[in-house]
């Protein structure tokens, strides 16, 4: 009886000192990360704001030149309505994640563990999916003969 008691209270203690361990280390990470965010949303509040007035006097340039168009009873070409096809530079994002994968893993393992460095990974993987699907596309956008 005294053998099995004092397993369960091993057991329970050292389940309660992981559980301890695991939550002193999450508040560590929070602790680390959330000045970090803080000063991204800072720095970068300013840049989103420049980014949208410009967006927003370019469109609206755009329709002031179509309705000065109108009303003078040009005829309007149908090219105008339709968007314009968006490149995407999928080797630019590749890399660009992937250097940012590399980044995170180095900063969570400096900061933290090394548990919490698989979260650069993550990032990492995206941008090896990226340049994987650049090569695909570039491969199949070649060998498609084009008939006359």
């Known amino acids: 009886m005294k053998k099995n008691f004092l397993t369960a209270a091993l057991a329970s203690s050292s389940i309660f000192t992981f559980a301890n361990d695991a939550n002193i280390m999450m508040v ?6 959330v000045p970090v965010i803080a000063i991204t949303c800072v720095m970068a509040l300013p840049a989103i704001i420049v980014l949208l007035c410009l967006n927003f006097k370019k469109s609206k340039l755009k329709y002031e030149i179509l ?20 490149h995407v530079d999928l080797l630019g994002q590749g890399l660009t994640f992937i250097t940012l994968g590399i980044g995170l893993a180095i900063i969570f393992w400096a900061l933290t563990d090394i548990r919490y460095a698989s979260i650069g990974l993550l990032f990492f993987l995206i941008g090896v999916g990226r340049i994987i699907t650049w090569i695909i596309s570039r491969k199949s956008n070649n060998e498609i003969p084009e008939k006359n």
């Open 28 to 33: 560590d990470f929070l602790d680390s990360i």
């Open 67 to 86: 309705e000065k168009s109108i009303e003078k009873g040009q005829q309007l070409p149908e090219s105008i309505f339709e968007e314009p096809k968006k």
